[in-house]
């Protein structure tokens, strides 16, 4: 009898474990934030089989003289490039250096971004820096502004660099509840005309405050922005499709908002999408649960879909984040 226990005691010992194999192993998680500091606006580009994210450091203007940048293979293992540009390298820039925007361009790296906060009659708007690796260092491309005054009402900060199929690069901008688009010349040291004559187009659509962002799927136009305060709670992306780069852009709705569960003042966001996949992941900023302080923003990163008629599904926000990826060729 003692044996027969021992036998069925070992048979169940071995169809567990055999259980436990058949078992997939849990997906490493990024987690929410996927990296430590408070970072804000940031943007996610692939370049090659790696991720970067260049945010703002999320402090007193005073104190915001250098932007970090942070690399994976994966999604899920960050590591930190310390200092990439600064207000060394940009002697025009004093303060409030803001929301990278970053493309690559004939083996060349460049990094656009808003300093000084700039009001008319002031020194300051949007840069553009060179580099000849995506963690830099970086330098000022042109030694001034590239953009400095106020135009159609829009602030010159938050730009984003968007090439479309044609190599045509345009650049979206605009804080203050209005933005522009421009066209920037082959080495992006200066704009250049549309055909009608133009330098600026204003493209603002509904209730947008700042942050612009875009991307093409399938033809469309998908235009996004960020609404309401940035220092409250209710701070949240909304989009437009368009058939055009330069719109009409008609708001569709709220696809990324805060969830009093998680965390507040969801936004200021961009788009990484892994070429040939379905697979997109929202890059954005929030505030912790029950945090209050206006600079305690943290960089999070969740799966973006999409339904049968191509609109965006409301992105839920996590504290898991994503799955590891790596980016296959």
């Known amino acids: 009898m003692k044996h027969f226990f021992y036998l069925m005691a070992a048979l169940l010992v071995s169809a567990a474990c055999a259980q436990k194999k058949q078992e997939p192993a849990a997906a490493q998680m990024s987690g929410n934030p996927v990296f430590e500091g408070w970072y804000a606006d940031p943007e996610g580009i692939i370049y090659d089989d790696t991720y970067w994210i260049y945010p703002t450091w999320s402090d007193k203007y005073e104190n915001q003289v250098f932007f970090d940048c942070f690399s994976s293979k994966d999604l899920v293992n960050w590591e930190k490039h310390s200092h990439i540009l600064d207000t060394a390298a940009v002697k025009w820039a004093k303060r409030a250096m803001w929301a990278p925007s970053v493309i690559s361009k004939d083996n060349r ?3 656009f971004f808003g300093a000084n906060d700039v009001h008319p009659g002031e020194t300051g708007g949007i840069g553009v820096a060179v580099g000849d690796r995506p963690e830099g260092p970086y330098k000022d491309l042109i030694g001034r502004p590239l ?3 106020n135009v159609n009402g829009a602030q010159p900060i938050d730009q984003f660099v968007f090439r479309d199929d044609d190599n045509t690069y ?5 804080g203050w509840r209005h933005c522009n688009v421009v066209l920037l010349n082959d080495d992006f040291t200066a704009l250049r005309p ?3 004559g133009e330098l600026y187009k204003e493209v603002t659509p509904e209730n947008y405050v700042e942050g612009p962002f875009m991307f093409k799927k399938n033809g ?6 960020s609404e309401g305060g940035w220092g409250g709670p209710n701070y949240c992306v909304a989009y437009a499709i368009a058939d055009s780069p330069l719109g009409p852009f008609k708001r569709i709705g709220k ?3 805060q ?3 998680v965390a507040t003042s969801a936004g200021h966001h ?3 999408h892994v070429p040939g996949t379905e697979d997109y992941y929202i890059v954005y900023h929030r505030r912790p649960k029950d945090v209050t302080a206006r600079d305690h923003r943290e960089t999070c990163i969740d799966r973006m879909t999409f339904d049968e008629n191509g609109f965006i599904n409301p992105v839920k926000i996590t504290f898991e984040g994503v799955a590891a990826h790596l980016i296959k060729h």
């Not at 469309?220 to 922005?225: D, E, G, I, L, S």
């Open 259 to 261: 969830d009093e569960n």
């Open 255 to 257: 696809i990324l908002e």
């Open 194 to 196: 549309f055909p009608d």
């Open 220 to 225: 469309k136009y998908y235009f996004m922005w």
């Open 109 to 111: 790296y460049y990094l």
């Open 270 to 272: 961009s788009i990484m």
């Open 170 to 174: 345009y650049m979206y901008y605009g």
């Open 147 to 149: 953009i400095n005054e």
